[in-house]
């Protein structure tokens, strides 16, 4: 299976440590938006896209590139990190899990963790989720990227 993830990684590479976990297994690429064209992710069977959370938003970089993706019947999935937990009822990662499905994409399934965020009301004290994502974190991107190979994941 010919893989691809699409990752912002602009902190503390929080989220290339994720992509890479995945990639692993995947034996996938591992590219930032500026180093792909919009017409990569039809090239491939499967593809992921990935960011740090930034006031409850994806990246904008990512964002940016998924509006510029041509539509497409792929397979993608939605992977994040964040310094603070999702809100139950209002996942960060729904309004890109929709872009893709708005672009024909059958997207089938997110993965978020925990990680070290600086962000300005934790910088005085030295930030929150210091090493994280850690090694747990990591075997769960893992065993998220498996579930993708065998077809285990809830669709998001």
Same mark, same amino acid.
Do not use: I
């Given at each position: ?22 990639a ?27 960011? @740090?959370?930034?006031?409850? *938003?994806?990246?904008? $970089?990512? =964002?940016?590139?998924? /509006? #510029? ?8 999935f ?48 030295? @930030?929150?989720?210091?090493? *994280?994502?850690?090694? $747990?974190? =990591?075997?769960?991107? /893992? #065993? ?12 998001a």
């Open positions: 299976m010919k893989t691809l993830l699409v990752c912002t990684s602009v902190s503390h590479g929080n989220t290339r440590r994720v992509a890479e976990a995945m692993d297994v995947l034996d996938a690429r591992v590219v930032a938006p500026q180093e792909a064209a919009v017409a990569d992710p039809a090239g491939y069977d499967l593809v992921g896209f990935g960011s @740090g959370v930034f006031s409850q *938003r994806m990246h904008h $970089d990512l =964002l940016g590139f998924v /509006r #510029a993706v041509p539509a497409s019947p792929g397979r993608a939605v992977f994040a990190t964040s310094g603070l937990p999702q809100l139950p009822f209002a996942p960060f990662t729904r309004p890109l899990v929709r872009l893709l499905r708005g672009k024909g994409f059958a997207v089938e399934g997110t993965f978020t963790c925990r990680a070290f965020d600086t962000w300005a009301p934790f910088r005085p004290v030295g @930030g929150t989720n210091k090493h *994280r994502p850690n090694e $747990d974190d =990591l075997t769960a991107a /893992r #065993a998220f990227a498996r579930g993708l190979t065998n077809g285990s994941t809830t669709p």
